[in-house]
């Protein structure tokens, strides 16, 4: 069972460049989210979905985008990436349709670079 | 969005029971309290949640108090690997934003 899988595990980016960060997960999750942590610093919910078609903006959006066109997918684009967005970002899902206190599954993280 | 307090930092020794404490005075009476732990270089686990009674599973024990304004984390006897941060939050029970704070490091002297 993979779980929450993200891609890649490190990136190197120059600023202004753009790139998007993959996640994949397998267990039919409809709650999918973004966070990033950054040194010292707990996580930052940056965007979430809670089903195909439907995105909401957390604690730190600017400078991401989303989308969620399949229930298994939802990356995250850096559109015009900056120093200040070098992080490590975590992808979560849950289930919260089963049960109300579904607990959140996490990647193991994309760590990324800005230079 | 309910909040959530805890100490940046705690020691124990090996093998001795841990007692890892949150506050959250803005609780709403519908509010899981979760707990979930990062061990260095990985994401988020998850360990253990709870509405209102205590809650036992094979990692931990959780203690809620009967106000529900705070909880304690319990390990039974740490060990090495269960060096990490310990984050607590609020998982609502309706909306789907989930609002992690610093946690509280622990750290376990063989």
């Known amino acids: 069972n993979a779980g929450v899988t993200q891609t890649p595990k490190f990136q190197v980016l120059k600023t202004g460049q753009s790139m998007t960060l993959q996640c994949a997960q397998d267990m039919n999750h409809e709650y999918m989210s973004w966070y990033r942590q950054d040194p010292g610093m707990g996580l930052r919910l940056i965007h979430y979905?809670?089903?195909?078609?439907?995105?909401d903006q957390g604690e730190v959006p600017n400078g991401y985008n989303v989308s969620r066109s399949t229930t298994e997918d939802f990356p995250l684009r850096l559109l015009s990436a900056a120093p200040s967005q070098t992080s490590v970002y975590f992808c979560?899902?849950?289930?919260?349709?089963?049960?109300?206190?579904?607990?959140?599954?996490f990647g193991n993280g994309t760590r990324l670079t800005v230079t | 969005d309910a909040k959530t307090t805890q100490p940046n930092s705690m020691e124990s020794n090996e093998e001795e029971p841990v007692h890892l404490p949150c506050n959250h005075s803005t609780i709403s009476g519908t509010d899981y309290i979760h707990w979930y732990r990062q061990l260095p270089s990985q994401g988020p686990e998850y360990v253990i949640h709870?509405?209102?009674s205590n809650v036992n599973n094979r990692m931990a024990s959780l203690a809620i108090a009967e106000d529900r304004k705070s909880s304690t984390l319990i390990l039974h006897r740490a060990t090495l690997r269960d060096a990490a941060v310990y984050y607590c939050i609020l998982r609502p029970s309706t909306g789907n934003q989930f609002y992690f704070g610093t946690g509280t490091s622990l750290t376990v002297i063989p």
């Open positions: 709870g509405l209102t």
């Open positions: 979560a899902s849950s289930s919260p349709s089963r049960a109300k206190n579904s607990p959140l599954h």
């Open positions: 979905s809670v089903g195909a078609g439907i995105t």
